[in-house]
């Protein structure tokens, strides 16, 4: 079984790669449309377009920066670089390992940075703008913010030592796993509390799209959901409370515009105020 995983994503082909990501986003969005959490009462078409415009620049990143990725695995695999090249484990505890290793550098704290270095954050804003979350809204990541999660991933990779079908394993249940996590729907209670030990799932990860502060600064799982608990990031609240987008940047033409939100890093920081005292949910 797990020699099968792994050659499949040791030959994974871009293809393959596209019907996940497509896969994920068709199934989660009809899904959204049987049960969603929020009222569907906004043009999904066009919020969906502005998402899978920026969904493309993320591909168009990742694609032309693949070569660096690709040599960096293959490099620390041939000089045993890395905390999986100086361990020695049975090959389903090496790739366990390795997934959680990748998604706390490579996701958990690149996103954690990207909340706390200023520059980073004038990135992360096209984000956190969406005030109709839902799967599309998983990849709504400026060109500038994939560059950056690039240069995470290759960081993680050097320092996991992952080969590269690890790191193929490791994105495409990024992808998946962050479409589930964005996606406008009510997941039972039942449900949740059994799936919210190990992954983010959408009851957990709505609040971190609240558009004040401190709500916007918790619960940045990606996959695993217990960094958020190790690292004191974790809260729960009343999700149908929560009002998503970005008290800075509330200005719908201002959001919904692409060319404005490719311009909005270079423009003046907008400093954002923590209202923990005046509201709770």
């Given at each position: 079984m ?6 499949y994503?040791?030959?994974?082909s871009?293809?393959?790669?596209t019907?996940i990501?497509v896969?994920?986003l068709?199934?989660?969005?009809l ?6 959490l ?11 377009g ?29 000089q045993?670089?890395g ?15 390795g ?14 940075v990207?909340?706390h270095?200023?520059w980073?954050?004038k990135?992360?804003?096209?984000h956190?703008?969406d005030?109709?979350i839902?799967a599309?809204s ?6 500038g ?32 796993l ?13 449900i949740d ?16 799209h609240?558009?004040?502060q401190?709500y916007s ?8 959901s217990?960094w ?6 974790y ?11 970005l008290d ?7 959001t919904?515009n692409?060319i404005?939100m ?10 954002r105020?923590?209202?923990?005292e005046?509201?709770?949910?």
């Open positions: 797990i020699e099968s995983i792994i050659e994503f040791a030959n994974i871009s293809a393959h790669r019907i990501l896969g994920g068709t199934i989660f969005s899904i959204e449309s049987a049960v969603p929020f009222s569907l009462n906004y043009r999904r078409w066009k919020h969906g502005i998402n899978v415009f920026f969904t493309i620049t993320t591909i168009l990143v990742n694609f032309f920066m693949a070569f660096l990725l690709v040599k960096t695995s293959d490099w620390v695999v041939a045993e670089i905390i999986l090249q100086w361990i020695d484990t049975p090959l389903w505890l090496f790739l366990i390992i997934l959680l290793l990748m998604d706390l550098l490579g996701a958990y704290t690149a996103h954690w990207e909340h270095v200023t980073m954050w990135f992360h804003v096209i956190h703008s005030q109709h839902d599309t998983a990849n709504r990541h400026h060109p913010e994939s560059v950056i999660r690039f240069a995470f991933t290759i960081l993680a990779t050097i320092i996991v030592g992952a080969p590269m079908w690890l790191v193929f394993l490791y994105q495409s249940m990024s992808v998946v962050s479409q589930f996590n964005h996606a406008n729907i009510i997941l039972p209670d039942a509390k059994i799936l919210n030990k190990i992954i983010c799932t959408p009851n957990m990860h709505n609040v971190h609240h558009y004040r401190p600064d918790t619960n940045y799982g990606n996959i695993f217990f958020d608990r190790i690292f004191s990031t809260i729960e609240v009343d999700n149908n409370k929560l009002k998503y987008g800075t940047h509330m200005d719908k033409p201002e919904n692409i404005t490719l311009l909005s890093p270079f423009r003046p920081y907008r400093q105020i923590d209202y923990a005046e509201e709770q949910l």
